[in-house]
């Protein structure tokens, strides 16, 4: 018994040599109620290897760090510069703010206002 199989369009593999190849997992997915599959797969992509076309594997896994902590490099950055800069940035922002607020209270509108002047300007 021959089962036509929906082909994709751009194949370099002959019609009947892929349809003889469904055929043949069809008949171990048969004999082994599909158990030997995902075995015959493995052996199979490792075969393939052997010439040199080995298939790339889809599985990924999660990034492990591979380099103990305690041979690892130093931190390249100055820490406490760092936590100045980002503190200096933060000071600049609340400093805006207060700016903001105050010409809001001043001219007597709300920020949102302000804003959307500011944006059109």
Do not use: F, H
């Amino acid at each position: 018994m021959s089962i036509a199989y929906d082909l994709p369009t751009a194949t370099k593999l002959d019609p009947a040599e892929l349809n003889d190849w469904y055929a043949s997992l069809d008949s171990v997915a048969a004999r082994s109620n599909s158990v030997c599959i995902p075995e015959l797969l493995s052996a199979l992509q490792s075969r393939s290897k052997s010439y040199g076309t080995g298939i790339p594997s889809p599985i990924t896994t999660p990034y492990v760090n591979t380099i103990p902590v305690d041979q690892q490099a130093a931190y390249p950055g100055d820490l406490p510069l760092e936590k100045r800069v980002r503190n200096l940035i933060r000071w600049n922002a609340m400093l805006w703010r207060s700016i903001a607020t105050m010409l809001c209270i001043r001219i007597g509108q709300n920020a949102k206002a302000i804003s959307k002047r500011c944006l059109m300007e």
